[in-house]
């Protein structure tokens, strides 16, 4: 949290942000209803998700490393962009275009963990959403040194926010 609140305090706009630990939002439960119909069968905290996901101009992508790898929360959150691969490639649905925007992934790992497997997994969750990496920040080896202490990773996550802008600034003018 200590990266995600640098960021808030250097970006501009509203900011929305959605917890995959306390926020209303189930794992997609592949009943199939997506398949023939627009949206998902689940009515839960998701809904504003998908509705956000189509107006925001920035995404920021947040987890700590568990076994090397994003959250299971994370992970069963993600599931539910089902919906928009099956309206692409199962539906072939071609008025369904999410706005494109940026994306910036932010990981902490406390262990000895590699984290290119789970940069490859929000790599994926990012294109789901129709969202361009342009940025990272690694706060690793938190056993050691807490992310709020990691003065680089705590410096990039500044640097990104106000990338972001930069970005939300040339698309509103």
Not at 81 to 110: A, E, H, P
């Amino acid at each position: 949290m200590a990266l995600i609140k640098e960021m808030l305090n250097h970006l501009n706009g509203e900011v929305k942000l959605i917890s995959t630990y306390y926020d209303d939002i189930s794992p997609c439960i592949d009943c199939r209803y997506c398949w023939q119909n627009q949206g998902c069968s689940i009515k839960d905290e998701m809904q504003e998700v998908y509705r956000l996901l189509d107006e925001v101009d920035n995404i920021i992508l947040a987890s700590p490393l568990y076994f090397s790898e994003l959250t299971g929360k994370l992970l069963s959150f993600a599931s539910r962009f089902q919906s928009f691969y099956v309206s692409r490639t199962i539906r072939k649905d071609s008025n369904f275009k999410l706005k494109n925007k940026n994306g910036v992934l932010i990981i902490t790992g406390g262990g000895d963990g590699d984290p290119e497997s789970a940069i490859e997994r929000a790599n994926i969750i990012l294109r789901q959403i129709n969202a361009k990496l342009i940025g990272k920040v690694l706060s690793l080896k938190t056993n050691n040194i807490p992310a709020k202490e990691d003065y680089e990773a705590l410096g990039q996550a500044r640097e990104l926010a106000l990338r972001l802008n930069h970005y939300s600034d040339i698309i509103t003018r």
